[in-house]
């Protein structure tokens, strides 16, 4: 009891069990479509039950603005309120009922693997499509009026305000001292660090009126008297209009050139349709691959997919039917890589980053993993290959494929990667197990 | 799917469930104030998985083993993976009710959830299609819902777990009633029947028992009641035909007089114990669930009005969580369609402005020298906004303007609470509401003069208007406006929502309310699906027929009304179903797999009658040319199932005439359409 058994159950439902049930069930297909959103399928199994026709019962809708005219077609009916409870219409087994989908952008879908999986693929750019104009973060000194860095030379003409400037008033009460000397002054002024030059300071001295010569008996008496301005508050008091623009602090900026790469990548899908494979197992590599796909499509700015279905002869389909094919005939694994690398010409590995994914129960015909297969997976240049074995019904004892493979290359090898889904719940295991071959081989 | 919880994850539910006990308490006191009346509702803080689960398994934390609610967990998990979508709420219908926030909502949500679930809490508990239920059972006082799905999962197990009984049959079996899981009478009070034994009584033995009982002499027993006389009796009701009347509740007949299909034997047999039970249990639960289905967009329109009134005009949400309640509460409006939320809280703001209306202007119409006929004329409608707004005492309430409430009606002031108020016992700047009466919420809240809803009171035609004043007696009786507008009683829109809170549900309420304006004003349309071009046209955009097509969808759950016509067909102990034709007729293939799954229920043969449209292809061809609609012709059906195949025949037109409804025409096609 409990709803982990129900989500068991359900799965078996018109499968494994409950064949009477297999009529009301509703599959939609992983595919992406349109806008790039990804649609997630849902199994839907509605229960027949007395209900109206649906053409003949027509419905309600709602226009977005103004109401359209009678006559006009309208879509699918949409959706409504009596059917609160997601029931599914559409007579039992018949095609093309509505099917349920969530959407969801590849690039979201990629960064919630990243997240969930701990994964970090960087994807490599590879051809280089342009050099753009970076921000403008060289300087030069010369330069079009237009590019000038006014921000800076303010900055720095503050910034030489700050070091020559100094409290001028404090200075000339200093003169005004008692029998003070320009010499005693300037040296007072340097212990302070000021910058003042002793010219300055003998004009100041000699500009002190007569009647204001003797004003205070010392250093001592002004430095109690007379309150010292530092400079920021005088900058501020004078405003910044005083602050000296000068020829050297021009500069001028620049734009940084910067190499764009694309970010290719093309991914061979590579599935064995032969007799062995059985519906359980197709659905398992749809599983496993879709993610992956989706993975991809989100992580590059560029993605092409290449579908090869094969059995003993390999031959490249489009998506819609690679999932669903079955074929009777035998098996030959490096009919399918021997096509691969022929369609993989029109994607230079320079250019392209290439993964080459394929999946079947590790049937093969004898001898040609060894003397075909691992030959050519060495041969075809990619950032990763991978095997998927499906094997639901247990191991068969020919089935070697994935070992030899495991055995020829090794466990930790960074490109390729073996994985194994027994069951729907080892989809998870099996995408990171490759992912994360590839997102450990940085370059 | 229990987890074991840790401390941690304890204390953190712990901490929210401490932050959220004053919004909880003074939630359940704003609602009183306003007139509510909810059931007690008990908060739990779940998480996210949990919450999943608990929508999978529709609102309760334990129902029977089915494959359904992992279908649904399926899709919930996959809506929340990659939809994004986010659950808020989930509360159920029972005594007391059982409300789920999410741990990971923001305090405004955790507030807006808390409101709105107070409201349903209150449509459950006075909403009489909801008392359907629970009037019918023993326990009157308690729903106990939970308790009673529960009891039904526990059942349920213990079938499945039997070695005796095979647990595919089980779940079969429960598939096979969940098919007929409309087919109730949800208009009537839900009775348990708990009589498990055999259907039919032996008459015999019983007539002979009570015969003895009267204790009559064997001569007179041999004189009136003797052997031939029994036969007669016995004969005469099995050819009566049963059930008298139509019996709508498809599930109860099947239970009552239903047998199982034994496939060895080829023959039909008894039900076993457990499969009369489960169909007990499953009528049951479709019973207690028919009132919501029913209720739809009353309810989720009642909950969003009072969260909106609490939250919005109360301020509940307090000005910081404000904008994230807005942005939530946009979220649950905005999605498109016949969105119940939204339909049905715009549909409630109706009533209440229309009710307000009309008290106005019954009003107005009785100053002197007002009529009808110029009221549009002699009344400055801004000026009357005016004067209804609220005294600036209601609206503005902080500590400090205490004492402008003495000079407000008294009727509107919570004299306790305003002492305690001055006496700081109450925070009065946080809860304005606490020293007001209804009627003192029911002034400051009042609907004509809210922003939204000014150029309402104007907007009333002419006919309305006539409508209201010709019927008007007593039209003298104030010298001015201004003494109309004094006395307009402000609970009446209030009032009227309670009422009908209580005694109507969607099909009755769209049927009243639903409104040539508010059709218009949303650009609703019908459509309807030709046959000359194979797709869906739009028909419509009248109101009446828009009004039509929409309670359609709503009477009966949107679905065609089944109902047992003679569990004795063919005097054969065969069953027969007819189908109240309204004019749209039944989705042939879903029936006949129905018909599949009542057999199961019923041991022997199954038979439906029902009425069609057929239109011959050559009328399609010659209608296609001419861009018009072929004409289609009713013809009367029987489809019967007799445990091998499906067959479908025509029947003459006077076995079905009697199913036809000549009364309802949900066609919403206009004479030229496709031109």
């Not at chain 1, 029931?87 to 087994?93: N, V």
């Amino acid at each position: 009891m409990g709803l982990r058994d129900d989500l068991e159950r359900f799965r078996e439902v018109g499968e494994e069990r409950r064949e009477d049930l297999a009529d009301f069930i509703q599959y939609g297909d992983l595919r992406g479509e349109g806008n790039g959103d990804i649609q997630i399928p849902v199994k839907i199994v509605s229960l027949p039950e007395f209900a109206y026709d649906q053409r003949d019962q027509g419905g309600v809708g709602q226009g977005e603005d103004g109401t359209p005219q009678p006559g006009q077609p309208v879509g699918e009916p949409q959706p409504q309120p009596g059917d609160g409870d997601g029931d599914e219409d559409g007579e039992p087994g018949e095609e093309g009922g509505e099917h349920e989908y969530y959407e969801m952008d590849p690039e979201e879908f990629a960064e919630e693997l990243d997240e969930e999986l701990g994964l970090d693929l960087d994807p490599k750019g590879k051809k280089v499509v342009e050099e753009k104009e970076g921000p403008f973060t060289d300087m030069t000194r010369t330069g079009p009026d237009s590019t000038l860095d006014f921000e800076r030379m303010f900055k720095e003409g503050l910034k030489r305000k700050l070091a020559m400037d100094f409290d001028e008033e404090f200075l000339r009460e200093l003169c005004k001292v008692e029998g003070i000397e320009p010499r005693e002054v300037f040296e007072w002024a340097r212990g302070e660090n000021l910058p003042v030059s002793m010219a300055w300071v003998e004009e100041a001295h000699s500009e002190v009126p007569d009647d204001e010569r003797g004003t205070w008996d010392s250093i001592e008496a002004v430095e109690e008297n007379v309150e010292r301005e530092p400079v920021q508050q005088k900058i501020r008091r004078e405003g910044i209009k005083q602050v000296p623009f000068r020829r050297e602090d021009e500069r001028y900026r620049h734009p940084e050139i910067i190499e764009e790469k694309e970010k290719n990548v093309v991914v061979v899908n590579i599935r064995d349709v032969s007799g062995s494979m059985r519906e359980k197992k197709r659905e398992l590599v749809e599983r496993t691959f879709t993610p992956l796909d989706w993975y991809l499509q989100g992580k590059y700015d560029n993605a092409e997919f290449v579908y090869i279905a094969h059995d003993a002869d390999a031959w490249e389909v489009e998506r819609d039917d690679f999932f669903g094919i079955r074929s009777g005939g035998g098996t030959k694994i490096s009919s399918a890589y021997e096509l691969a690398n022929e369609l993989l010409e029109e994607y230079p590995w320079s250019d392209w980053n290439r993964y080459v994914f394929a999946a079947g129960d590790s049937e093969n015909s004898s001898n040609d993993t060894e003397e075909r297969v691992i030959p050519m997976m060495e041969e075809i240049d990619a950032n990763l290959h991978a095997y998927v074995e499906t094997q639901p019904s247990g191991n068969a004892i020919n089935a070697t494929h994935a070992e030899e493979l495991e055995r020829h290359f090794g466990t930790d090898a960074d490109d390729v990667a073996v994985a194994y889904v027994n069951g729907k719940a080892d989809v998870t295991d099996a995408i990171y197990e490759i992912l994360s071959t590839e997102s450990e081989d940085d370059e | 799917m229990s987890k074991t919880n840790s401390n941690a994850d304890r204390f953190r539910k712990q901490a929210i469930a401490g932050e959220l006990e004053e919004p909880v308490t003074e939630a359940r006191n704003l609602a009183r104030k306003l007139g509510l009346d909810p059931y007690p509702v008990k908060y739990w803080i779940i998480d996210y998985d949990e919450m999943n689960e608990l929508i999978a398994y529709g609102g309760f934390q334990s129902r029977y083993p089915h494959w359904r609610w992992g279908m649904q967990y399926d899709r919930q998990q996959k809506q929340g993976q990659y939809g994004g979508g986010k659950a808020f709420e989930i509360v159920n219908n029972d005594n007391p009710a059982h409300a789920f926030l999410q741990e990971s909502n923001t305090i405004a949500d955790q507030k807006a959830v808390i409101t709105h679930v107070e409201a349903h809490s209150d449509f459950f508990a006075n909403n009489e299609w909801f008392g359907l239920f629970t009037s019918g059972r023993s326990d009157d006082d308690q729903v106990n819902a939970a308790a009673m799905l529960e009891r039904h999962a526990r059942a349920i197990d213990d079938y499945m777990s039997d070695s005796e009984i095979d647990r595919a049959e089980v779940e079969k079996w429960i598939d096979h009633c969940l098919s007929l899981e409309d087919n109730i009478d949800q208009h009537r009070v839900f009775e348990r029947r708990l009589d498990v034994d055999g259907p039919i009584d032996d008459l015999d033995d019983d007539i002979a028992e009570k015969l003895d009982e009267l204790g009559l002499s064997d001569e007179v027993k041999g004189e009136v009641f003797d052997e031939e006389w029994l036969e007669k009796l016995e004969e005469a009701d099995e050819s009566v035909t049963f059930p008298e009347e139509p019996q709508k509740d498809v599930l109860a007949f099947v239970r009552e007089h239903g047998k199982q299909y034994d496939d060895e034997a080829g023959r039909a047999v008894e039900m076993e114990e457990w499969q009369r039970d489960v169909l007990d249990m499953m009528r049951a639960e479709a019973y207690y669930f028919a009132a919501q289905k029913m209720t739809k967009v009353m309810n989720e329109g009642w909950a969003a009005y009072w969260e909106s009134t609490m939250m919005t005009d109360e301020v509940f949400a307090g000005d910081d969580e404000f904008v994230n309640y807005a942005d939530h509460m946009a979220k649950v409006l905005a999605s498109g369609g016949l969105n119940p939320y939204s339909l049905g809280m715009e549909l409630w703001e109706y009533v209440e402005n229309r009710t307000n209306r009309r008290q106005v202007l019954e009003n107005l119409l009785r100053v002197e020298g007002i009529s009808w006929r110029n009221l549009m004329d002699v009344v400055d409608f801004d000026d009357v906004l005016d004067e209804l707004e609220a005294p600036e005492a209601l609206e503005t309430i902080t500590a400090d303007t205490l004492d402008a409430l003495e000079e407000v009606p008294a009727e509107w002031v919570d004299r306790d609470a305003l002492e305690a108020a001055r006496e700081g016992e109450i925070d009065v700047d946080a809860y304005p509401w606490k020293v007001l009466t209804y009627e003192g919420l029911a002034r400051r809240h009042y609907s004509l003069v809210k922003r939204q809803h000014r150029g309402f009171l104007s907007r009333v035609s002419q006919n309305d208007l006539e409508q209201i004043g010709r019927y008007l007696f007593d039209d003298a009786r104030y010298e001015s406006v201004a003494a109309a507008l004094a006395d307009v009683e402000f609970t009446a829109g209030w009032d009227r929502m309670f009422d009908i809170r209580e005694s109507h549900n969607d099909v009755t309420f769209l049927d009243e309310f639903l409104t040539q304006e508010f059709i218009t004003e949303n650009n609703y349309f019908t459509y309807e699906h030709s046959k000359a071009t194979g797709q869906f046209h739009v028909a419509s955009d009248a109101a009446e027929d828009v009004k039509k097509k929409l309670l359609l969808q709503f009477t009966n759950f949107g679905k065609p009304t089944i109902a047992v016509y003679d569990g004795n067909y063919n005097n054969a102990n065969e069953l027969l179903l007819g189908h109240q034709y309204n004019g749209v007729m039944l989705d042939l293939g879903q029936a006949r797999e129905t018909l599949k799954r009542i057999f199961e229920l019923w041991g022997r043969p199954v038979n439906l009658l029902t009425i069609v449209k057929e239109v011959n292809e050559h009328d399609i061809e010659v209608a296609k040319r001419r861009n018009r609609e072929p004409e289609a012709e009713e013809q009367g059906k029987l489809l019967r199932y007799d445990g091998g195949e499906v067959t479908v025949e025509d029947v003459p037109w006077d076995e079905v005439d009697h199913l036809a409804a000549d009364d309802v025409d949900y066609d919403t096609k206009p004479d030229e359409w496709l031109a």
